[in-house]
């Protein structure tokens, strides 16, 4: 059984910082791109930020670069995203999903069962 499992969110002012992690079952992450997305409630999910099998690509969507960073352990079968500057547009859950290397969520087939953050104005 393939299991994710978010961790580190929680509640946050505006203008701090979270770190998200994903840890993996087995193989999951290291052998794996990771992603992550985000659902605010009442909107459609939303692509957050992808790192490539063993880390050398990374992208992000426009609404966080500059403020996230995606990183990669696979030695530790993790994932990490840090997340600086919060807004309170960034309150979600967030979910790690393992698959493809895309901002396209249908193309995930592994999936955690997300972490919420908030930030608070």
């Known amino acids: 059984q393939v299991q994710l499992v978010e961790s580190g969110g929680g509640l946050v002012q505006a203008g701090g910082s979270l770190r998200l992690s994903c840890a993996g079952s087995?193989?999951?992450?290291?052998?794996?791109?990771i992603n992550w997305f985000r659902r605010a409630p009442g909107k459609e999910r939303e692509f957050v930020a992808a790192?490539?099998?063993?880390?050398?690509?990374?992208m992000y969507a426009d609404s966080v670069k500059g403020r996230f960073t995606i990183s990669r352990d696979n030695a530790k079968n993790m994932v990490y995203l840090q997340m600086n500057g919060l807004k309170p547009e960034d309150t979600a859950v967030y979910s790690c999903?393992?698959?493809?290397?895309?901002?396209?969520?249908?193309?995930?087939?592994?999936w955690g069962q997300g972490t919420q953050v908030t930030v608070s104005s």
């Open positions: 999903a393992a698959g493809t290397f895309s901002s396209t969520w249908p193309a995930q087939r592994y």
């Open positions: 087995g193989r999951t992450l290291s052998s794996h791109p």
């Open positions: 790192i490539s099998t063993f880390g050398s690509s990374t």
